[in-house]
């Protein structure tokens, strides 16, 4: 299945599972809602009993997931990325988080005021399905609902003010996520997905989402060591090389560049970056 | 006012005021939920006039808030404590985040399986009462509701496995959050309250709160540069010298010790401390 949050004509929200090229409407106002609700099967099927259904021309796709509890996100995980930083190969993932604000939808405008080195990071997205504690890899698969698309865009003059990436990373309604969520039965990354992250017309991000050092149940059953994973949670697990800050001489993102991030086998992100005048007030 | 979130003898949570040794109930179920209404003085005006009380003794205090959205965590804040750790005094400060999970009520046992190296630190955090966003420093300390005390409880092992600090630190349920929240026209940083760590009867961490690099407005203040905090988010604001890194030789918790964290006019938690079999399989 494709899953998704769509805002229809009306301005409300609902999740959504696609149909050809139209959306059946489930009866949950979003996809978090839909997947708290548990059985995704049964309440598409039910969604086709009732028949409602929307356009693809009719709805806005909204991030798949508007209020995920816990989004944890590794770093050095392509071994061309890890390649790139200079850095070696690390034996545990390195972690950090982000918060729900943090993301926006596909085809929003990027808006950032106060950073001159915005950067990109294409990644391939994991959405837990179930309550996940102490997992074995196996168990950490079979808890996995799906993936999607998220571009992990960095603020980088920010991140390297401190040992920790946070404040470089946190930037309310700077992470696409998107467009939909393939369910794992659809989509495997051992299969290679190809992930790419483009400019305008540029590619400058090209890896396959099987080149993960710590592959997604991996991280899903690394990660529930120390924290339980629910249904909505998101795990960002990495961006391969060709990020601006690997690049000689060193690239970021200007003002009306459009960055594309995308996954074969499901979709694409198309977001429309804005540097805004910076508004801060310092007293 | 002092504020806290109580479980009452029927099993119900209730947000409550101070009032001598007694507690008058508010009518939100959470003391979130009566920040997110807005104004608590005329909330505890009310729950005067309704008379609804309950005695000190029939009540559990939970943690003050249950379900932050956003919780900010700041280290290398102590002058004391960066110089234990050998670091230089940072620029700006250093970030990192927790999940709501990763607190913890007042009196709770702390039960850590799979670290041999879990470590304390007392924290002063900060209740933000209004949306902060691209705020002067005069602003953020308008916006900031009140302060209660953390105690930022960390697995050195797993803290030190990569560059970030992450998954040393929000393990859930570990992080002891309360036992009240005191309002900003009670108490102010400046004045120097006394913060200390004791294991069992011994103090191991005694500083004041004046002693901050950053201050507790002038650190809501720069982390609203990037991200909108909104009411009952929660900023950590660091913690002092003493740890058990820190010491020669190194000390980390032992299983049945108390960890009790206090600061001078807010109260104190008490936590044991428990290592558990650790659970954790892999495949």
């Known amino acids: 299945m494709r899953l998704a949050t769509v805002r229809l004509p009306d301005g409300g929200t609902r999740a959504a599972a696609a149909d050809g090229d139209d959306w059946r409407l489930l009866s949950a106002p979003t996809l978090d809602a839909a997947i708290a609700a548990g059985d995704l099967s049964a309440q598409a099927a039910a969604a086709r009993r009732t028949g409602e259904r929307a356009a693809a021309a009719d709805v806005t796709l909204l991030r798949p997931l508007l209020s995920p509890r816990k989004i944890v996100c590794c770093g050095l995980n392509y071994r061309d990325h890890i390649a790139e930083t200079g850095r070696e190969t690390p034996r545990h993932p390195t972690l950090f988080a982000k918060f729900a604000d943090t993301l926006t939808d596909p085809g929003a405008e990027i808006a950032v005021s106060g950073s001159s080195a915005v950067d990109w990071e294409a990644e391939l997205a994991v959405v837990v399905g179930a309550d996940v504690t102490r997992a074995t890899v ?146």
């Open 138 to 283: 196996a168990d950490a698969r079979a808890a996995i609902l799906g993936y999607t698309i998220a571009n992990d865009v960095s603020m980088r003059d920010w991140q390297s003010r401190t040992l920790q990436w946070m404040q470089g990373k946190v930037w309310d309604a700077t992470t696409p996520l998107g467009p939909v969520v393939v369910t794992a039965d659809e989509f495997d990354p051992a299969d290679g997905a190809r992930i790419e992250t483009l400019i305008d017309a540029e590619v400058v991000q090209s890896s396959t989402v099987d080149q993960l050092l710590f592959g997604a149940a991996e991280l899903v059953a690394y990660i529930s060591r120390f924290l339980r994973l629910s249904p909505g949670d998101l795990v960002l697990t990495g961006t391969p090389s060709g990020v601006g800050l690997g690049r000689t001489p060193r690239r970021y993102l200007s003002d009306g560049e459009v960055l594309t991030t995308r996954i074969a086998g499901i979709g694409e992100l198309r977001n429309p970056f804005r540097i805004t005048e910076d508004g801060t007030v310092s007293a």
